[in-house]
């Protein structure tokens, strides 16, 4: 059986998800390309690395782009939480960095209900919650060829296959564009495990 | 009453900084600069007003002078004016350096007696370290002659005998009319009175005689007071204490009810608004609200002071409730279009809304900027202060994050085939480069302190792809960034 990556992506609306991984970043940005409106991003203020707006432009719109600097993870989960009930933002994308519960993973899911936006999860391997819609592992990939190419890899999804893909952004149209499903590109066969 | 302060400017200065010796204010007039205000020693000198500075220089060696400041004089005056209210509620301006107070219903609070009153005027004002000249007269016309040329109080309905002796200049008119009536030999206002009216109308024009009789209380001449700057503040007090907080929500809906009923007359906004609630043991609280934007709408402020409000330790009880708006702006009165959508301002409640959980300086947006640096291509700025701005563009491909230079062990000028960054070991497959990016020579920056750089985009065969710069001129690699 081939699963589409349009079935898949954008992951549903009105849930949290998930996504780990070096390329966590790029595909948080690929959805916020992808979904339009305004996006908010939720991260610790205390991290010496930080988005660059310049580079991000192929993806989204800067202007669009709302960054809120926590305290701590605490305060992280509660300002996404409001932010996923107000509604008034396509897409919430936090940075979390200790494993979360399954209450404040399903107070996020409840809250992403209630106001009908996208939550996002960036969190290092092996953190993740049991209430999470999907989860997605990406890591970039080189290729002789192209050089934005990722690979995307569901791991968890409540209503649905898993697969994995190897795609690539396209900044003219803001499309993801599926290169082939993984494993079947020659060279890197059996590289999806 | 007429309140004339004679050296208002240098005063005003002295008070801040007081000087020994002769002390001038200069005002740039034209190409000179003229003296503009002295104190007494400077006028014991021998220096007046309107000297050029350089001459007042050459007579006086150890004056000490400093430029004036025209508009914080006049912000003093305010200042005094509203002070004077304590003496009467109808006090005016009386061109750059007076004031003009109707005392007329409030005599009577200091026994009826002016004197009393301006005996405690005088003395406030010359602890102040002001210089007062104070004339009370039934006019307004004849208490600024008094004020300016014959400090006293004219009694009720003398004023024509107070005013007889006094030089034409006391009447306020025209420097030229003056000194035409000079040359008549007219010199005191008796003088003046004793001339027929028809001659002096035709050949001084209709102003002396109006100032004349402006001064005799013949014509009319109002006091216009200041304006009372518009106060956004209200309160109530409860028989009983409240100590629910729904109690409270219902208190301050109420007072921000008429808040916003007076922010509306005016066509404000508040910025931030302040809630105190005070309990009965007189210990008071508050809760501090920042908007997003202004906003003068019941409905849209009242929820954001819930979180506020759940904090606050009600005690025995609070009886007093006070909501001001600290901090106002202009906010127009907008017709409602049809072509907006309902969703618009959601954005700037939720920002409010978060901004009460981790301060509204921590909600922030990029803006570009222009420089060739990284970490300066754009700025990073409180959301609710600025609007978005564009376009972005960039010229060459630049990574989505950036992080602080982190050094990798390599030589040489072009990238390294091996290296280990952040505890992996990687091999380069491709390295698009070099960009050379020259420092901002005018900008003191710590992290440019290596000189020239040159980046290279590399891409590894491990997959990350990064960003990473060589700098010639002290050798050395580091990681700036990470494509996606």
Redesign the interface.
Known sequence: MTARLTDQFPPRRGRTHEVQG??A??FA??LAGRLGG?V?WVMQ?WQ????????????L???????????DEA?TL??AE??LR????TLVVMELTQPLGLTPGRRLQLAAETGRSTGLCLMPEGVGSNAAETRWYT????D?AD??L??WEITKNKSGTLAAWDVR?DAETHRVIVVSEAGERPGVAGAAG | MSLWFPRLASDRVLRAQPVDGPFALTLRQGNTERLYCLNPAGLRQGLTPGMPASDARAFCPDLQSRPAELSRDTRFLHALARWAGRYCPWVGLDGRDGLVLDVSGTVHLWGGQESAMIADMRQRLTRAGLAVRIGVADTRGAAWALAHYAEGIAPPGAASETLKPLPVEALRIEAKAALALQRLGVRSIGDLMALPRGTVSRRLGPGVLMRLDQALGARGEQVSPLAEPPHYGVRMTLPDPIGLSADVMAGAKRLLERLCARLKENEMGARVLCLTLRRVDQESQQVELRLARPLRDVARILPFFERGVGQVDAGYGIDLLRLEATQVEPLPTEQIAHMRGPEDGALEDLITRLGTRIGLENIQRFLPADSHIPERSFLIAPAAWSRAQGPWVALRPRPVQLFAPEPIGATGARPPRHFRWRRMALTTQRATGPERIAPEWWLEDDGWRRGLRDYWKVDTAQGRRLWLFHTPQDPGWFVQGEFA
């Open positions: 070096p390329g970043i790029g940005l690929a305004v908010l203020g010496g690395r930080q988005l660059n707006p310049v580079g991000a432009a192929e993806y719109d800067p202007q669009r782009l709302l960054i809120a600097r926590t305290r305060e509660a300002v409001e932010a107000a509604g008034a933002v890591a970039p990939v080189f002789a050089s934005t990722m690979r952004w």
